[in-house]
């Protein structure tokens, strides 16, 4: 079965410092995907940022990016420059294909970030 | 600026009562997902629907729960009897039926069950 595990229930970090949020996940696919969701006090949840499975580059959006460590099976996101606005629940989550080319979202329990000013 | 929504998004009822949650998804998507997230359990998928057609609904309590599609641009998720354990954010969300598709995700329905 594929699980996703986020390790860390709370990480705190100060305002413009940067902060690793781990992921690590369970598959035997080989095609799919890993995403990066952000869910502030609003409860709107947004995607932050992904990253195709064959693809060894690391993505990158403005001040987030991503360590994709495939072997290791190992999805952690980077936040620079962290800002009062980042304070949220950050979830990682894993795409496969369910059978009969059917996708769903796999999430772990989340990460509860909290930015000190 | 195309987004998902969700009516009520806040509902108090009392146990045995019948909640019925409603979701507009993004005109075009032909996927559409029902989540249920609690501080205990997180983020679970309940059911989702392909082309209006539900795919999965292994998620949901099948006695209390079912989940339409009457159009394209309805999903209902319904609840009879309702149970104080029924208490939870129920999530819609949409997208495009492929590994790399980004679901958007409707604002939430905060359901409590008295």
């Known amino acids: 079965a594929q699980t996703v595990t986020q390790s860390q229930p709370e990480m705190s970090v100060q305002e413009a410092e940067t902060v690793t949020l781990s992921c690590t996940y369970d598959?035997?696919?080989?095609?799919?995907?890993l995403f990066w969701y952000k869910q502030p006090p609003s409860r709107q949840m947004i995607l932050v940022i992904r990253?195709?499975?064959?693809?060894?580059q690391n993505a990158t959006e403005n001040r987030f990016s991503v360590n994709f460590q495939k072997a290791a099976k190992s999805f952690s996101l980077k936040i620079s420059d962290s800002q009062l606005g980042d304070a949220a629940m950050y979830f990682c989550?894993?795409?496969?294909?369910?059978?009969?080319?059917?996708?769903?979202?796999?999430f772990g329990k989340g990460t509860l970030l909290t930015v000190n000013p | 600026d195309a987004r998902v929504t969700q009516t009520p998004r806040h509902k108090v009822t009392e146990m045995g009562q019948e909640v019925t949650m409603r979701c507009q998804p993004i005109?075009?998507?032909?996927?559409v997902f029902w989540y249920r997230q609690t501080m205990m359990q997180g983020l679970e998928l309940l059911a989702y629907?392909?082309?209006?057609?539900?795919?999965?609904d292994s998620g949901m309590p099948k006695d209390r729960f079912s989940a339409e599609m009457p159009d394209a641009t309805l999903a209902t998720l319904k609840i009879q009897p309702s149970e104080p354990r029924d208490s939870a954010v129920y999530f819609c969300?949409?997208?495009?039926?492929?590994?790399?598709?980004?679901?958007?995700f409707g604002p939430g329905t905060r359901l409590t069950v008295l």
């Open positions: 598959t035997s696919e080989s095609d799919y995907y």
């Open positions: 969300a949409s997208g495009f039926n492929s590994v790399a598709s980004e679901q958007f």
């Open positions: 989550a894993y795409s496969f294909n369910s059978g009969g080319s059917n996708y769903k979202l796999t």
């Open positions: 990253q195709e499975a064959y693809k060894q």
């Open positions: 005109l075009g998507h032909n996927t």
């Open positions: 629907f392909r082309n209006r057609a539900p795919l999965d």
